[in-house]
């Protein structure tokens, strides 16, 4: 009997490929391939125009290859694959993460899925939301800058919401450093005032060397500077409280979230801290509702319907059938100037697996490679290779109705304008030549884009986003029978500098003589 996964890509591998342009003489196709999610708005009282009551994001697939016999087969695919099951294992805190034996629950943090995680999930939240209202009202004293120590998932989602969310104003001056590298560390100290500096401690496991070797160094900073008790202006985010409190940090702050939150999907758990610090709780709660909306959404729908899973489809479709090995995310938002950064961990450490959950070779490409940057800086910078080059990179953009800035609305229009061009020039492609046959001036045309137009970037919409991309990385994985939630691949690199650290290891000559002119060796 044929594996029904086999047939379905076969059948994948046999349709004829669409021209993008011609989709259109369908003229139903944007409303078909358009959808939006929505959350309860939140009337802020301002008048913003058209927006006003901002309350979603709309996401058009329909500048992508996927037509009604691709769509329909691929929805026999996420059949094969038993999506809705996979789906509800997930929502069911049923451990899917196979490998580590654990469930995913960061929906959970967002009021969706098994009641028992989302009460133990809202107690957290509330534990922390007390802590931050007391900090704010004065507790610690006066607290105007909060350096955020973390690396990976513990600090690529704080830097992103805290810069795009604070542009104008925050409560409080977040500095976030990842790097080992003390330059890293050094830039922040040099921005904050020790006598009014706070310092998170982010770490899942309490355990990793350039976070642990970072907040050591802050607390010789405040000491060095005159503070006291430089320990009691630590607060630890950790799923290892024990070991934070051991580490010195007093019980009543740290912050504890629970194992079953994957690093890259911690966010929405107190590693958000130093976000509800900068923007306030109520703040916070919003970027959550956000992405609870997006979790109601891929709960409830199924096939081309659910936005997340369609997405997955065009992803699967550009890597698996057009060979695409990477995937390209512009916004036209200068706020969103790091989630590119945030999606290479979430695509690139969920999907970039060789193998399934069952433990065989994977039979096609996993996670395209996921880079990107802002527009319209990107336009004058790589967008020649997206144009003209021999690479199809399929892109997403992102954009906003409402401006973040408050100048002449021409810069908003003018942002705007460039986006929605380039999505059209790169699929109707042509040649701007006078007689129009000059090869180097001429477009291919037939490349694809997806665009996802926020309302207003606000808190929700943020969360909406995030979501979005954690949503349609796990049904990308459920496509691939890939397990997105482990990570070995990290854990080679970071013995092997153990063991140097340790004096012994065997290397390669190459390494060896690296070690020694660094006189490491
Ligand atoms: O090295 C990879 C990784 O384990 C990520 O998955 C994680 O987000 C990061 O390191 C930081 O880990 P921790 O939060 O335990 O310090």
Not at 173 to 192: M, T
Not at 194 to 203: E, G, K, R
Not at 492 to 503: E, F, R, S, W
Request: glycine fraction near 10%.
């Amino acid at each position: 009997m044929t594996d029904p996964i086999q047939a379905a890509w076969q059948t994948l591998r046999t349709l004829d490929q669409p021209k993008l342009p011609q989709l259109f003489d369908d003229t139903g196709r944007v409303a078909a391939m358009s959808g939006r999610i929505e959350w309860p708005g939140v009337d802020d009282g301002a008048a913003d125009g058209p927006q006003d009551n901002a309350n979603g994001i709309t996401f058009d697939w329909s500048k992508t290859h996927l037509n009604e016999e691709f769509l329909a087969a691929f929805e026999e695919l996420a059949r094969a694959c038993d999506f809705t099951g996979q789906r509800e294992r997930l929502f069911n805190a049923e451990p899917i993460n196979i490998t580590e034996g654990r469930a995913a629950t960061h929906t959970a943090m967002r009021g969706a899925g098994e009641p028992s995680k989302v009460e133990e999930a809202d107690a957290l939240l509330r534990r922390m939301g007390i802590l931050v209202n007391a900090i704010h009202d004065g507790a610690l004293g006066e607290m105007r800058y909060l350096i955020h120590i973390g690396i990976g998932g513990s600090a690529l989602g704080p830097a992103l919401a805290v810069d795009a969310l604070t542009r104008d104003l925050a409560k409080v001056d977040v500095h976030v450093v990842s790097n080992i590298d003390g330059v890293a560390l050094e830039q922040a100290f040099a921005a904050c005032d020790p006598a009014t500096t706070l310092i998170a401690v982010a770490s899942k496991t309490f355990t990793t060397i350039e976070t642990m070797t970072n907040a050591a160094s802050a607390l010789a900073w405040l000491s060095d500077n005159g503070v006291e008790d430089p320990s009691g202006r630590v607060v630890a985010l950790t799923a290892s409280p024990e070991k934070a409190v051991e580490w010195g940090v007093d019980e009543t702050r740290v912050l504890p979230f629970p194992e079953s939150v994957g690093g890259r999907y911690s966010l929405w758990s107190s590693i958000g801290f130093p976000v509800a610090m900068a923007i306030g709780m109520e703040e916070f709660q919003q970027f959550l509702n956000g992405a609870l909306a997006v979790d109601t959404h891929f709960a409830q729908y199924d096939g081309r319907d659910n936005l997340c899973l369609r997405a997955a489809f065009a992803d699967q479709y550009y890597a698996r059938l057009r060979g695409c090995q990477t995937r390209a995310c512009f916004a036209y938002d200068e706020r969103l100037a790091l989630l590119p950064d945030y999606l290479q961990q979430l695509e690139m450490e969920s999907n970039g697996k060789q193998v399934t959950v069952t433990g065989e070779p994977v039979d096609g490409p996993t996670a395209p490679i996921t880079w990107g940057g802002v527009g319209t800086d990107a336009q004058h910078a790589v967008f020649q290779l997206l144009h003209q080059g021999t690479h199809l990179v399929p892109v997403d953009f992102i954009a906003s109705i409402a401006p973040g800035d408050m100048l002449d609305p021409a810069h908003h229009q003018i942002l705007l304008t460039n986006c929605f061009a380039q999505g059209a020039a790169l699929m109707a492609g042509g040649n701007m030549s006078a007689d129009g046959t000059d090869p180097a001036r001429a477009f291919p045309g037939d490349r694809p884009s997806a665009t996802m137009l926020c309302d207003d970037l606000d808190a929700a919409a943020l969360g909406a986003l995030i979501a979005f991309h954690e949503h349609r990385t796990f049904a990308n994985a459920v496509l691939m029978q890939i397990n997105p939630f482990d990570q070995f691949g990290v854990e080679l690199g970071k013995k092997m500098a153990n063991d140097i650290a340790a004096g012994g290891g065997d290397f390669d000559p190459s390494t060896k003589a690296l070690l020694e002119q660094a006189g490491l060796g």
